[in-house]
């Protein structure tokens, strides 16, 4: 999980590389609940959706669609952080490879540290498979895992996030950074929104079904204290003809 915005891309790279359970998220999201779930009346997401939906709930409050928990990222232990730099320094290539390569089909490439093994993902659109892959050097116990048939690819994904960004800018004027997390499960767009004391906004989480439906994407939003970026900074790699928040 890597992409589009520094500090996505960072804690996405996170995600990847910490194992643990999910802390229970905090008291103060657990005690807002003012925003409800998309009706039972609206049309259901498309299939690929739904399951790259299912597969952020370990990131997301429980009945709280869209509202992202607090640190769900569990700490990378001392003990770890001189393998996991080791492993990086010496499988950069191949995320070059992969990416130079299989550009058109690469959902995800990078470690995979879940449940306290170490791995190297590769995740490809389509079933048509590719040769096997396998790192040297101080990450040659790293297996290089290829699964196929992800739901899109990162190329796939830039593209929604064009498409979307003007809707994401009028549900959400108060968005204050926009990135992708890569996941081997399918990712999802993530959304810094501004809030007084950081609370959540029951405003902006009766979005959460307009903004998946915009990208085609599973949503998360964070809510932050205070305004960092002007928001009509925030566009990802836009055609110069999509309409621009002034």
């Not at 194992?19 to 998309?38: M, Q, T, V, Y």
């Not at 995800?108 to 790192?135: I, M, Q, S």
């Not at 990208?215 to 836009?238: M, S």
Request: net charge neutral.
């Amino acid at each position: 999980m890597k992409i589009s915005g520094a500090t996505a891309a960072l804690a996405a790279l996170a995600a990847c590389q910490q194992p643990g359970a999910d802390p229970p998220a905090s008291a103060s999201r657990a005690s807002d609940s003012s925003a409800a779930a998309p009706s039972d009346t609206v049309p259901p997401y498309e299939p690929a959706l739904a399951a790259a939906i299912a597969a952020t709930r370990p990131y997301e409050v429980p009945g709280r669609p869209c509202l992202a928990k607090v640190d769900s990222w569990p700490a990378i232990t001392p003990d770890q952080r001189p393998r996991i730099r080791e492993i990086q320094s010496d499988s950069h290539w191949l995320n070059r490879y992969v990416r130079e390569r299989y550009g058109d089909r690469l959902a995800f490439t990078g470690l995979d540290a879940r449940g306290g093994r170490y791995r190297h993902v590769v995740a490809l659109t389509g079933t048509e498979p590719v040769p096997p892959l396998k790192l040297a050097g101080r990450a040659a116990d790293v297996p290089v895992i290829i699964t196929y048939d992800a739901p899109w690819s990162l190329k796939e994904v830039e593209r929604r996030r064009v498409q979307a960004h003007a809707t994401m800018m009028r549900l959400v004027p108060d968005a204050q950074g926009v990135g992708f997390m890569e996941s081997p499960d399918g990712g999802w767009v993530n959304i810094d929104v501004s809030s007084p004391d950081g609370q959540p906004r029951a405003d902006v989480l009766a979005h959460c079904d307009a903004l998946r439906r915009a990208y085609r994407l599973p949503v998360l939003l964070e809510f932050n204290a205070g305004k960092v970026f002007p928001t009509n900074d925030l566009a990802p790699t836009v055609d110069p003809a999509l309409p621009r928040p002034q």
